[in-house]
């Protein structure tokens, strides 16, 4: 089944890699559906527990983070194995592991700058889905301009005393660990001046607030932390190190995250398609209608240029090149056309768009209602567009910094 | 893999993109009375270098390459502006590969090949306006119309032109084909008027080839003028970029200045994209030797052309005052990208064409 996939995007695989997917797609038949079943029957905090155990499952057999090296659990994989893991997940729509923004944010960290103590510590819990992590970087006053955060680190004999707020952070109602960057010099430049900490969730003084989207979902926390102390032992790569360390991630799994975002944007236009074909009393087809026609060309245009520049970044990647502008350009046009097809999908149900879930009638039950208010974040969260405008106009035009934003 | 360079493309691609930096020469069109509308020596230095012949079939002494290949090319020609007909001669070669017809191909292909002959061919079908009219003679050996507006025929000595009832001919100029050069916006592609008067034509392929050729030509083509935009806009680009790193206002680049920042971002998204649906088309016409790849293309155009107009206007808007000079070289790209942009269905027309295909049948 994924070799057709894989053959659809125009790769050819050697025997080893063929045998790589082979073994994966097995070890899937024989340990998803099982899982598979306890997640789909579960909810509230038994799902949190089925979702933990299938990352546990994965661990086991070194899948929950393949980009690790082999000594850490990984499996070193190059990008067409990441490639292949995710379309093998995705056929037999399996999740990949819970615990990704530790496995994809910390983990890299603690691998390239850990001491061998954090390491033994914290990444096999971290693989195994048995501690949560997430990311306590942004502040209610540093956000694109994360350098300036406030929260503050005070050295007292071997613990590190921080008070402060930490604010958009995901997931952290869930999580048993937070990395978060605190200020341990307030006199040094403001870059300089920072430290990135493990704190444990349920140390005195942490108290996360989740925050109430104007979707309804409360995917973030505020975390206040008063006086939290934490071993010295917690920071990693050194005392004031903490801006440089932080900017540590897998390249080869970066080439391929495309393709999620790929998937979501395809079924809903596939789904936006389908409704603008449909006959309503009344309304008429939205199919129609000359200029929701020219939209929905445009989404569906826009779609596939997510794609192809997804494909083009990865053919780079994979023949060894370094990747090329497509790579930064896609967070920026691809948070545009998700909002873009969010707009249109509820243009398209007219009035009866603004029926929200449990509504007599709501296109699909408000799934689109709920979809529009959270894409507004798409172009927010992770860095606003006018943050990658910023990036992509200096770090690939070679434009000059913003005079300003040194120190 | 797929929209992946191998090294040998990489390699054309520079060759080419030497070439012509060195010896394109866009400018004459502009600054020179009585340029001639084809530069023959930079012709003849892409026949040196196998241009014409690319995607001619090994058989008939070309490269047996393909649509990537010439997109490739064609992307660079864009880029440069180069006054050589070179969409219009291989397009005409694949409407000889596609008649089927072995012993014209043998008589003609080679000769295309090597550029000693060039061709020119006339696009007709959806989407293209002004509409040619040309009729037959009984016995097939003579064409008599008029084509309104062709680029690529001034020079040519053979035209592939359709009839108005969807047959296709090979045109010998001559005595009885007036081709006459007409003002346009884009000076180093000219436009003509061909008149045909009892020209000597021979029938290409039969009614069996006639839909074949009449529609992955124009695919070809439109994915040609496609690639062609996005060297227009990324030559564009670069040059902008350039300036805003020199141009100095109030003491600084004016580059430093998010309103110019942010406006280059925008433009780079815009040249990517551009990029990235043009090689969506070249991949899918050369999945198979005889599919018109009609969304692909459709998309191609839509968004290359488009981000070419506005790619180079951006581009004289941020250059400011010497932006809308004659002497600044940026509107030799404003003027291809706007030609582009209407000359083979506008970029809303191909958008209704992917809507079609997705919301109709």
Redesign the interface.
């Known amino acids: 089944m994924q070799s057709a996939a894989v053959e659809s995007l125009g790769l050819r695989l050697d025997t080893a890699d063929q045998h790589w997917a082979d073994q994966l797609n097995r070890w899937l038949d024989e340990h998803w559906p099982a899982h598979g079943e306890a997640i789909k029957s579960a909810a509230g905090a038994e799902r949190e527990r089925a979702l933990r155990a299938w990352q546990h499952e994965l661990a086991g057999a070194r899948y929950a983070s393949i980009g690790w090296p082999e000594q850490h659990g990984g499996r070193a994989a190059t990008t067409t194995q990441q490639l292949l893991y995710y379309l093998a997940l995705g056929a037999h729509r399996a999740p990949p592991a819970t615990g990704r923004i530790g496995l994809n944010l910390c983990g890299p960290t603690l691998i390239s700058h850990g001491t061998a103590e954090q390491q033994e510590r914290f990444l096999g819990p971290m693989l195994r889905g048995e501690h949560l992590w997430c990311q306590g970087f942004s502040e209610p006053g540093a956000g694109s301009d994360l350098a300036s955060l406030r929260t503050r680190g005070v050295v007292d004999g071997d613990v590190l005393v921080i008070t402060g707020q930490k604010i958009w952070t995901s997931g952290a109602n869930r999580a048993d660990w937070m990395f978060a960057l605190v200020r341990t010099d307030p006199t040094a430049p403001k870059r300089d001046g920072i430290s990135f900490v493990l704190v444990p969730m349920d140390a005195d003084g942490v108290e996360a607030r989740p925050i109430k989207q104007i979707s309804g979902d409360s995917d973030f926390s505020e975390v206040f932390l008063d006086e939290v102390r934490v071993p010295l032992a917690n920071v990693v790569g050194g005392l004031n190190n903490g801006w440089s360390v932080t900017r540590t991630t897998l390249a080869n799994e970066r080439a391929v995250l495309f393709l999620g975002q790929q998937v979501a944007l395809t079924s809903t236009m596939r789904k936006i398609v389908r409704q603008a074909r449909e006959d309503l009393p009344g309304r008429g087809r939205a199919a129609d209608d000359h200029a929701l026609r020219d939209r929905i060309a445009e989404a569906w245009i826009e779609t596939e240029l997510v794609r192809i520049n997804g494909m083009r970044n990865l053919a780079k990647v994979l023949d060894g090149q370094n990747p090329g502008p497509e790579g930064s350009m896609s967070k920026l046009f691809g948070q545009h056309v998700e909002q873009q097809v969010h707009e249109l999908a509820l243009d398209l149900g007219g009035g009866s768009s603004v029926l929200e879930r449990g509504a007599e009638n709501a296109p699909y039950d408000g799934k689109w209602a709920l979809g529009w208010l959270r894409t507004r974040a798409s172009t927010i969260g992770g860095g606003t567009s006018e943050i990658q405008r910023n990036i992509l106009a200096e770090r690939v035009l070679g434009m000059p910094r913003d005079p300003w934003a040194d120190a | 893999?797929?929209?992946?360079?191998s090294p040998e493309q990489r390699a054309l691609d520079e060759a080419v993109d030497h070439l012509l930096d060195a010896h394109a020469r866009p400018r004459a069109a502009y600054d020179e009375a009585d340029t001639p509308a084809v530069d023959d020596a930079l012709w003849s230095r892409l026949c040196d270098l196998g241009v014409p012949g690319l995607a001619i079939p090994e058989e008939h002494d070309g490269a047996g390459a393909g649509p990537v290949e010439l997109v490739l090319v064609s992307e660079r020609l864009g880029h440069a502006v180069a006054p050589v007909p070179v969409l219009g001669h291989v397009v005409a070669a694949e409407a000889i590969r596609l008649a089927g017809d072995d012993a014209l191909s043998k008589e003609l292909l080679p000769d295309l090949a090597s550029g000693a002959r060039r061709a020119g061919f006339v696009p007709a079908g959806p989407g293209v306006d002004p509409v040619p009219v040309a009729t037959a003679s009984a016995d097939q050996t003579t064409l008599s119309g008029r084509v309104p507006l062709v680029l690529d025929a001034l020079g040519a000595e053979l035209l592939v032109v359709p009839t108005t009832d969807g047959a296709w001919y090979l045109v010998q100029t001559g005595d009885r084909v007036t081709v006459t050069p007409q003002p346009s916006l884009d000076r180093t592609r000219p436009a003509a008027v061909v008149v045909l008067e009892d020209a000597p034509a021979r029938r290409l392929g039969g009614r069996d080839t006639d839909d074949l050729i009449g529609r992955r030509c124009l695919a070809l083509l439109r994915a040609l003028e496609a690639s062609e935009a996005v060297g227009v806009a990324a030559w564009a680009l670069d040059r902008t970029?350039a300036y805003?790193?020199d141009r100095e206002q109030f003491g600084?680049?004016i580059?430093?200045f998010?309103a110019?920042?942010?406006r280059?971002?925008?433009m780079?998204?815009a040249v990517?994209?551009a990029?990235?649906?043009s090689?969506?088309a070249a991949?899918a016409l050369a999945a198979s030797p005889d599919t018109d790849a009609a969304v692909e293309v459709a998309?191609a155009q839509?968004?290359a052309t488009d981000a070419a107009v506005r790619v180079t206007a951006d581009a004289v808007q941020l250059h400011g005052g010497i932006g809308v000079t004659w002497e600044n070289d940026l509107h030799l790209r404003l003027r291809r990208a706007k030609t582009l942009q209407l000359l083979h269905g506008s970029p809303?027309w191909h958008?209704?064409r992917?809507?079609a295909a997705?919301?109709?049948n």
């Open positions: 893999m797929e929209y992946g360079l970029r805003a790193v600084l680049p580059g430093t998010q110019v920042k942010h280059l971002a925008d780079l998204v990517e994209n990029r990235s649906a090689y969506g991949w998309m839509a968004v809303s958008r209704s992917v809507a997705l919301l109709d």
